[in-house]
């Protein structure tokens, strides 16, 4: 078991007392906020809308609920949830549904302090509601009868440590430093474990969501022995606990946060607190804690990027091997609406059977410059990021640049190994070395690319070294090299290691041109189904059956309608994709349906690892249209 950290014995004995005699200060006010919110969905895809915001404010903190959705009997509020300058107690949580308090901390024959089991608990009660830990509870309500999902898009936590005086700030981001030779030398990490966790509970039949948000990926995250029950004597019973990542919830790549389903409400509780049984608890007790969490639900202004991994050793060496040694990569970009980069972790989307080879993710339609892909190590290493102090952080290994002063640092590295990145760089352009923008000529006015390949590595070949590590490699952007073939691909999907006895369900399926409805035939120039899916005019719906429940999710259509997507859909373990259902958008009227037959339904289940798949089929001109199987996938 984990141990709570030691302080000082007098200070120990003090706050005992206190808290035996009941007498811990009580915050003068304190509330559980009901907020009653509702997501409508336009055409194939559901978005939140912004006109107003409405802040409900309480003394530990204030709330603005999420985004688009419609408050107090339709008031539109921001899309952020915000909890602002409250300070936490130490408390021990399995799950955030019960929390515990420690009341006697025990002490050794030295006053050193002791294990969990050693010490002595009490069950939190109303009163502890935003007075040593934070609870908020809130209702969404859909406003048309499909399926929404609601997704994090970015989140933030800042609170500040006791002992440095400094504010920490947790949000995903990655920011690489350069010094005054322009030349990236180390990039920011954060610097202290930090116990602070977020729960999301949905109701008492679903487990809890439980997020650490120090790690950008689960692996990262820290492991603790929670107090999941105390006896009458105040004695308590440990349960192994390890959150899981924000990035697990990405808009584009992750599974929904919270999924509504038509017009039912569903009820949503978010709680913090400090988690005591974690690693350096005593730094932040008491602090000031802030929270900022970003819904979405909107596909409007984002658009799919693919890295495809084209690497060629530095030395002539393996080929392929940015997925090597179980490396992932993040997406970095910066946000008008955030001093620091935003950071998403990328989804794998094609593997060669052994790792993966491309990836995936989200990025806004307008930003075109300052992107940044990263790869990182799996697990955290001890790592001298200022060249003196051990930190334990995740290892990035290499940066691909798409930026403005990306060619400046290639320069700045023009000496020994670095000379192999330089030559390389103005290979892709003899006279202006790598893309600036992520357009086919690199500058702003160019035409705009969705494909980045990476062909190199930066010269320094496998390295510990931490500036040689964030020296720029060498890719582009859809344009064509050489040695390779440039221009836009598709990409494909992949499934993820899923949660809660979830599944990720995959499809697509391929629409024969040949089909016509003849009260739609010439409709926008004609083109049939397809132009009709294109246009939104018509939405295609997958839907599974799990057990004698059916739910269909809108897919996505794609190069002008001729195929429809489905990626990264949580579905309930031991679904089966049954039909496909044709919706006039906008409405509930079912135009017509095909069904899958019962020989290649595909099963959606749980796997180990990162196995993946991609189910397709074609939609055929044989009477009405039938389903057919594509490729050469196994059920």
Not at 249 to 254: N, P, S, V
Not at 373 to 380: D, L
Request: charge should be negative; include cysteine; hydrophobic fraction near 30%.
């Amino acid at each position: 078991m984990m141990k709570l950290k030691d302080k000082f014995c007098d200070f120990l004995n003090g706050l005992v007392d206190s808290r035996l005699n009941n007498t811990k200060k009580v915050t003068t006010s304190y509330v559980a906020l009901f907020l009653v919110l509702s997501i409508f969905a336009v055409s194939t895809f559901s978005w939140f809308t912004i006109r107003d915001t409405a802040t409900i404010d309480s003394d530990p903190f204030s709330l603005e609920s999420a985004a688009g959705m419609r408050v107090n009997k339709g008031e539109e509020i921001r899309n952020t949830i915000t909890v602002k300058d409250a300070k936490l107690k130490e408390a021990s949580s399995v799950d955030g549904r019960n929390m515990f308090f420690p009341v006697d901390r025990g002490y050794g024959d030295k006053g050193q302090s002791v294990d969990t089991s050693e010490m002595k608990f009490r069950e939190g009660t109303v009163g502890d509601k935003n007075d040593g830990y934070i609870y908020s509870d809130f209702t969404l309500t859909g406003q048309t009868g499909g399926q929404v999902e609601v997704y994090v898009k970015s989140y933030k936590v800042e609170v500040t440590n006791k002992y440095t005086k400094k504010t920490e700030v947790y949000d995903g981001a990655t920011h690489i430093t350069v010094d005054g030779n322009k030349k990236p030398s180390t990039y920011l990490a954060y610097q202290n474990p930090c116990p602070i966790r977020i729960a999301f509970i949905r109701n008492s039949a679903e487990a809890s969501t439980v997020i650490d948000p120090t790690a950008i990926i689960d692996s990262y995250a820290d492991e603790c022995q929670a107090v999941s029950s105390v006896n009458s004597l105040g004695s308590a019973t440990t349960t192994k606990a390890k959150g899981r990542s924000f990035s697990d919830y990405y808009f584009g790549t992750g599974a929904p946060l919270f999924t509504l389903d038509g017009l039912k409400s569903q009820n949503i509780t978010m709680v913090a607190w400090l988690e005591a049984t974690g690693e350096n608890c005593d730094a932040y007790e008491g602090q000031d804690v802030s929270i900022t969490v970003e819904l979405e639900s909107n596909w409007k202004d984002m658009e799919y990027v693919t890295f495809v991994d084209n690497t060629v050793g530095d030395n002539g060496g393996p080929t392929k091997w940015v997925g090597n040694d179980g490396c992932f990569l993040v997406m970095t970009y910066y946000d008008e609406n955030f001093q620091n980069p935003k950071s998403v972790v990328m989804s794998a989307s094609k593997s060669d059977g052994n790792k993966p080879i491309e990836w995936i993710a989200y990025l806004p339609k307008d930003k075109i410059t300052n992107i940044s892909f990263m790869r990182y190590s799996k697990v955290k290493e001890k790592i001298k990021l200022d060249g003196t102090n051990d930190v334990e952080v995740g290892r990035i290994y290499n940066v691909w640049h798409t930026t403005t002063d990306v060619n400046a640092w290639i320069e700045a590295n023009n000496s020994g190994a670095g000379t192999n990145a330089y030559n390389w760089s103005h290979d892709i352009n003899k006279e202006k070395g790598l893309q600036t923008y992520r357009t086919d000529d690199g500058t702003e006015k160019g035409n705009k690319e969705n494909t980045y390949y990476a062909v190199h590595g930066n010269g320094y070949g496998s390295t510990t070294t931490v500036a040689e590590n964030v020296a720029p490699c060498i890719g582009y952007w859809g344009t064509k090299y050489p040695n390779s073939s440039g221009g836009s691909v598709e990409p494909t999907t992949t499934e993820q290691q899923p949660t809660t006895g979830d599944a990720y369900a995959e499809a697509d399926i391929v629409i024969d041109n040949k089909l016509w409805f003849n009260d739609y035939n010439w409709y926008n120039g004609g083109g049939g189904l397809r132009n009709l899916l294109s246009q939104n005019v018509f939405v295609l719906k997958a839907v599974f059956d799990s057990n004698g429940t059916e739910t269909a999710y809108a897919m996505k259509p794609e190069s002008s309608g001729d195929k429809c997507k489905l990626n990264r859909t949580s579905v309930k373990a031991g679904s089966k994709l049954v039909r496909f259902d044709l919706y006039i958008s906008d409405t509930d009227t079912k135009k017509c349906e095909y069904d899958v037959p019962d020989t290649i339904q595909h099963t959606f289940v749980v796997r180990e690892g990162g196995s993946s798949y991609n189910i397709s089929y074609e939609l055929v001109n044989e009477g009405s249209g039938k389903i057919i199987k594509a490729g050469n996938w196994e059920n």
